[in-house]
């Protein structure tokens, strides 16, 4: 079975045409101002028209306003909301109706324990996302550059569709996915030289191993 991908924390046309000429399912696009991928709204809408119309494009928020998420949507023309803060069920579902968008939802993870939080989710959203938790003193949400054990996954007999993430590079995703089980994976700092700046080369890369992954 093919994996999907998705290349994340994108802020330029010319990467996300290069992540779509390879392959890649999703190209993500970071709505948080204190991240280093932020994409303003005027940007987002710059944007737009230099994007490929062959990939899903997914808009990640972290305990945004319900305003602002909609003023993305129609800024970048989104397919999905990727939410990875501290949202409550029903907003997702209150999200999903109010904008007509598939919904991603972000579940950090450490241990075995941890894929229990997805339970109260899964008929909410579309997907669900398992990072890796933030490590302690992080400033950002998700994995930062770090991953959990991906064999916690393997055993696990879910019934609906999920992405890995956390810590995921073009060395160490056969790995990844050989002891998860994933058939869809997420990379943002995986594919960058330095946080916020991302590497054609090591997007191709990526997007090149996941599909020798067999």
Known sequence: MAVHTKICGLSTAEHANLAAFYGARWLGFIFYEPSPRNVTLQAAFTMRRHLPKRAERVGVFVNANHNFIEAAVDALDLDWVQLHGDEYPHEVSELKNRLGVSVIKAVGVSERADL???????????????????????????????????????????????????????????????????????????????????????????????????
């Open 116 to 214: 229990a939080q997805a339970d109260a989710f899964a008929s909410h959203a579309d997907a669900i996302l398992f990072d890796a938790k933030p490590p302690k003193g992080a400033t950002l949400p998700g994995g930062n550059a770090v991953s959990f054990p991906w064999h916690i996954l393997a055993d696990q007999k879910l019934s609906y569709p999920w992405l890995l993430a956390g810590g995921l590079t073009a060395e160490n995703l056969p790995a990844a996915i050989a002891e998860s089980g994933a058939h869809a994976v997420d990379v943002s700092s995986g594919v960058e030289d330095t946080p916020g700046q991302k590497s054609g080369e090591k997007i191709e890369a990526f997007l090149r191993a996941a599909k020798a992954v067999r």
